[in-house]
């Protein structure tokens, strides 16, 4: 079977969510908690604007959603560990036959992490399979979906540390993972970074996925995170990222400054404009009330000029490890 990944941009039938409901995505006390839900409701509500959306959600957990949420939000009831759908749902494929397939990764807590559970969210990329009628195309692969991205015409962003890193492929060289990456989104040119920005080294971060570091605007613009104050370890890691693009051919770069502030209470932010996702008709921005939003507003103008830029505060997801890209998951038309 051929299967094809469409790009981002092309159109979308939904966007997929999942509802925090434990552990530290959720928080502990009632303002964390309160933090948590009202961020990714800002996201779903922000979505659901512009096209379907459909959360899934814990039991105990629907009727306190349905009051943080657009009336437009579908809910639908699912057993979760976490709240990360790029990651735990499925990649949705087009069939060169016709219709759509879901890659279904194995998930294993972003290389086995001390701290993370998965007997659930392994199980929701086959359950959001089931729910839209879409055959299941099983890979062997351990990766999420933060850690790939496609320009829909061959080629796919990769970071050495998520594919090839601890705790997800042992055993597996190079060749094998791109040769299953390709038959699973139809590729066929693979652009591996080293590694990804510093704080997703931390103890609840990714390792290294590229949709914070790197993406596709059309088949040939990349943006790619443009780290500019030289006291942050990032600004090595662009530098990096930005030589390793220009040894590709036909590609056009375009920086995306990160924005000015440089720590938190916990130390270097991977604050990224890089992590916004596009919907039918816009782009929902990370913002972090920062000089610099209004800056990448203005690049995503120009780079999406038939989209509306919509920002949406992300600090409260960043405190929790990912962004705006790392709670969605499209589904193509068919």
Not at 74 to 82: G, H, I, K, Q
Not at 203 to 214: M, Q, Y
Request: aromatic share 8%; with cysteine; proline share 4%.
């Amino acid at each position: 079977m051929a299967y094809k990944m469409p790009a981002e941009w092309e159109k979308h039938e939904r966007t997929w969510m999942a509802w925090p409901s434990s552990g530290y995505t959720l928080g502990d006390t009632d303002e964390e908690i309160h933090e948590a839900r009202s961020a990714w409701a800002a996201v779903a509500n922000a979505v659901v604007a512009f096209e379907p959306l459909t959360m899934m959600c814990e039991f105990d957990h629907l009727a306190i959603a349905r009051e943080y949420l657009d009336p437009r939000v579908e809910l639908v009831e699912a057993s979760l560990n976490d709240a990360w759908m790029r990651d735990i749902g499925p990649t949705f494929v087009r069939k060169t036959e016709g219709g759509l397939a879901a890659v279904n990764w194995v998930f294993n807590g972003w290389g086995a992490q001390p701290w993370a559970t998965w007997d659930k969210d392994s199980k929701i990329a086959t359950r959001i399979a089931e729910l839209t009628n879409t055959e299941v195309a099983d890979s062997w692969l351990v990766n999420e979906g933060g850690g790939i991205h496609v320009n829909g015409a061959g080629t796919v962003l990769l970071t050495d540390t998520v594919q090839l890193g601890e705790g997800r492929n042992a055993g597996r060289s190079r060749d094998d993972v791109e040769a299953e990456i390709h038959q699973k989104l139809g590729t066929n040119r693979a652009i591996w970074f080293e590694r990804g920005l510093t704080r997703d080294y931390d103890e609840f971060g990714t390792r290294g996925h590229v949709d914070i570091v790197a993406c596709f605007a059309n088949e040939t613009t990349v943006l790619y995170h443009s780290q500019e104050n030289p006291e942050h370890p990032d600004h090595v890691v662009s530098a990096q990222v930005r030589a390793r693009l220009e040894r590709e051919t036909g590609l056009t770069l375009v920086a995306l400054p990160a924005p000015q502030v440089l720590r938190d209470a916990d130390g270097w932010v991977d604050y990224s404009y890089i992590n916004h996702y596009i919907v039918n008709g816009a782009v929902i921005l990370c913002a972090f009330d920062d000089p610099n939003d209004a800056v990448a507003k203005g690049i995503l103008e120009q780079v999406y000029p038939d989209r509306e830029i919509v920002l949406v505060d992300a600090r409260p997801i960043f405190a929790r490890g990912g962004g705006i890209h790392c709670i969605t998951q499209q589904q193509p038309a068919r």
